[in-house]
């Protein structure tokens, strides 16, 4: 029997890109081939986020809209799989009639053998493995020159705000063979570009193996030209990550690091096990040892019982350190973890708006001008495509990660070129420039 065509659809983190990459390349090895598009789909899987109350509620809202197109094609499959099925357990089926499947992030293995099943009934899998890190299978990359490398999955921290160990579980690390061996294949395959992936990357270890010494190894790998990760925690840094970056030109000079908050109260509520000091103590360490290094960040606002007082004492920090980029949040009570036992969710939305809006109109000030400095300099961008706002020009990144378009000149210029370019306009989250003549 000829097997339907499947279409997955992502929301979330890049955690969930990389984990499509890994249901798609299942599928493919089961004999199922990739739609062209959604409307050609026989299987359509969501692959959800629960990080935030607002986009676990578009998912749902998006599932109601493909569930009405069952009733025009009674045979199609819905799945619902990933964080959102896993956080709110079976319960989700009755909200969700007209799917099919329901599978958390360690069932991907079994889906085969479920969408065959799910014909005759609903399949629900929500099961947690600690052994499960899909060693197995070959994920199809679709990310163009970059390659998302899962180094390990689950998170044993615990933020009291955080649905992810809730969500993923425990924390489980790949061994460093395997991720050579698919960092090297990978490679070989025309991605120069590799993120590291983890939802606590830099605990990485395996047997002696620490994070610093697999950036060490992922380095040297042939064909690999640019190395990134993401997310570390800044409490579980080791020196030697910094002086291994300091040393491997591969290594790109940028760290996500993120804060959450200024305000010691605030830190020690969100259970991140940092101080205030601490981390700018860290983000010392990091510009002494390699003194170019970009720094971006997540920050909440909000979260329960922020005093103005401690809402300034995330500007000053912000302030202080001046991370290239940030990404900002308001804080949303989920269910199961420690906020939301223990803690009112007590600032009014507007009032979180209000901050919210602050921060950005601030780091956005501080973007602008680390941006605009830039202007003049020649950075070396590796090209990932054409530019999202105008199709005839060309973007890509700088090592310290920052965006940059280019209007292709009259070298024909390629997803995968390596091009120096004069900057000579910047915003607050671009830059623009050109191949100096
Ligand atoms: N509310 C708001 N933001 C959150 N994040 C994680 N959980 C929540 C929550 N409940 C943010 C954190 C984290 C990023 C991935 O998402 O800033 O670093
Ligand atoms: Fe969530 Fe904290 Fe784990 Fe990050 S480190 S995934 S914020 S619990």
New binding site residues.
């Given amino acids: 029997m000829k097997k339907g065509a499947f279409y997955v659809e992502t929301y979330g983190?890049q955690m969930n890109v990389a984990d499509s990459e890994l249901v798609s390349g299942i599928l493919e090895e089961a004999g199922y081939a990739a739609a062209a598009d959604l409307d050609s789909a026989d299987i359509i899987l969501v692959n959800t986020c629960a990080?935030?109350?607002n986009p676990e509620e578009k998912v749902i809202q998006r599932l109601m809209q493909l569930a009405l197109r069952k009733r025009m094609r009674p045979d199609l499959i819905l799945g619902i799989i990933g964080c959102v099925p896993k956080h709110i357990g079976p319960a989700i089926s009755e909200s969700l009639a007209g799917v099919d499947l329901i599978l958390g992030p360690d069932s991907y293995s079994r889906l085969p053998q479920l969408i065959e099943r799910s014909a005759v009934e609903i399949q629900i899998d929500l099961g947690m493995d600690p052994q499960e890190t899909f060693d197995r299978h070959s994920p199809k990359r679709t990310s163009g020159v970059n390659a998302w490398i899962t180094v390990m999955r689950g998170c044993d921290r615990f933020?009291s705000?955080?649905?992810?160990p809730y969500a993923r579980g425990r924390e489980k690390c790949v061994s460093c063979e395997r991720i050579l061996d698919v960092t090297a294949r990978a490679a070989a395959e025309g991605h120069p570009s590799i993120t590291l992936l983890g939802q606590t990357v830099n605990t990485y270890r395996d047997g002696d193996i620490d994070f610093a010494a697999l950036l060490g190894k992922v380095a040297q790998i042939d064909g690999v030209a640019r190395v990134r990760f993401t997310?570390p925690h800044p409490i579980d840094f080791a020196t030697e990550v910094f002086e291994v970056m300091a040393r491997e030109r591969a290594l790109c000079p940028h760290i996500h690091l993120?804060l959450?908050s200024g305000s010691d109260r605030m830190l020690e509520r969100m259970n991140r096990g940092y101080t205030r000091a601490q981390y700018l103590n860290l983000v010392e360490e990091i510009r002494r040892i390699v003194p170019n290094m970009a720094l971006s960040t997540?920050?909440?606002v909000g979260?329960p019982e922020e005093t103005p007082g401690d809402f300034q004492e995330t500007l000053n920090l912000m302030r202080e350190v001046r991370f290239d980029s940030a990404?900002m949040?308001?804080?949303?009570?989920?269910p199961k973890?420690w906020?939301c036992r223990h803690l009112t969710d007590d600032i009014p939305d507007e009032e979180k708006g209000r901050r919210l809006r602050e921060v950005i109109d601030l780091q956005e000030s501080i973007s602008k001008e680390i941006y605009e400095s830039y202007i003049g300099r020649e950075v070396e961008v590796l090209v990932e495509g054409p530019a999202r706002r105008d199709p005839g020009q060309v973007q890509g990144k700088s090592p310290d990660f920052k965006t940059v378009v280019l209007a292709a000149g009259a070298r024909e210029i390629k997803a995968g070129d390596f091009v120096k370019v004069r900057i000579e306009s910047a915003t607050s989250h671009t830059l623009s420039g050109v191949i100096p003549g």
């Fill in positions: 983190c990080i935030r109350e933020c705000y955080c649905v992810v997310s993120p959450q997540d920050v909440i979260f990404f949040f308001k804080y949303s009570e989920r973890t906020a």
